[in-house]
């Protein structure tokens, strides 16, 4: 008695639900991954526009434009020898510390507060860093950043002597001793820089590399999609 083997083939076989939930679903990942295109274009003109305007705008005429944070300036001018506060808890690597922020007058227009990076405390609580600060004309390359407001109530420095030891510095706080001050404060771009201590801070601003990161996972998604639904098609039949 011989047993005949049945044949199996495969076939397509459209599953009109799988091929409705394919047709909304696709057209949603491809237009997120295009709009992450997009942005990555939007976000590296942004950064050129930024990097052109630090290297033919002056202080003044960055003001007149309005700043945004994480933008890049150029400054020429001179350190306040007198106006400086110690932001306190800032830790690197488990090593406590201050981060130091000073007045700085440039050439044209107003005096803007500078943070000139981290520096280490000293063992007793007491005692405050020593720390010099340039004299003369100096420039400084650095990035807009916020003030270090709390979200509530910012506290008042108890100390009369400069340097002031504070734990927060609003803009008020600051406007306090220098009515002039800008909005806005330049975190310096790195040791390199003019009374620099360390100044290590990575931007702020969403590259335009992470947008493309984001548009290749959407498109991945979008072609995963189209293989699942082709393989779930292709059935074996007998």
Same mark, same amino acid.
């Given at each position: ?8 083939? !495969?076939?397509? /076989? ?11 679903? &696709? =057209?949603?990942?491809?237009? &997120? ?5 997009? !942005? ?6 942004? &950064?050129? !526009? ?26 020429? @001018? ?18 406590? @510390? +201050? ?5 700085? +007058? ?10 000139? @990076? ?49 734990? $927060? ?16 404060? /330049?975190?310096? $771009?790195? !040791?390199?820089?003019?009374? #620099? ?5 990575? =931007?702020? /601003?969403?590259? =335009?590399?992470?947008? +493309?990161? +984001? #548009? /290749?996972?959407?498109? $991945?998604?979008?072609? #995963? ?6 393989? #779930? ?6």
């Amino acid at each position: 008695m011989t047993i005949q083997k049945s044949k199996t083939h !495969r076939r397509w /076989v459209w599953d009109w639900r799988l091929l409705v939930f394919t047709g909304i679903l &696709l =057209p949603v990942l491809l237009g &997120l991954g295009r709009w992450q295109l997009d !942005r990555a274009s939007e976000k590296q003109a942004l &950064l050129d !526009r930024w990097q052109q305007q630090s290297q033919t705008l002056s202080w003044a005429e960055h003001l007149q434009q309005g700043l945004q944070i994480d933008q890049p300036v150029a400054l020429v @001018g001179q350190y306040s020898q007198r106006y400086h506060w110690l932001l306190d808890n800032r830790t690197r690597e488990g090593v406590p @510390g +201050y981060e130091v922020l000073s007045v700085f +007058y440039p050439e044209q227009g107003p005096p803007v507060v500078v943070n000139r @990076g981290w520096l280490p405390g000293k063992q007793r609580r007491s005692e405050l860093p020593e720390f010099s600060t340039p004299t003369g004309l100096v420039s400084l390359q650095g990035r807009i950043g916020a003030f270090p407001e709390p979200p509530v109530l910012a506290e008042r420095a108890e100390q009369h002597q400069w340097p002031k030891r504070v734990q $927060s510095l609003s803009t008020a706080q600051a406007r306090a001793e220098e009515e002039d001050l800008a909005d806005g404060l /330049v975190r310096l $771009s790195g !040791r390199e820089q003019p009374g #620099a201590f360390v100044a290590d801070w990575a =931007p702020d /601003v969403m590259g =335009p590399q992470t947008h +493309y990161g +984001y #548009a /290749v996972q959407w498109f $991945s998604l979008a072609m #995963a999609l189209i293989i699942l639904t082709l393989v #779930a098609s292709f059935r074996k039949m007998t």
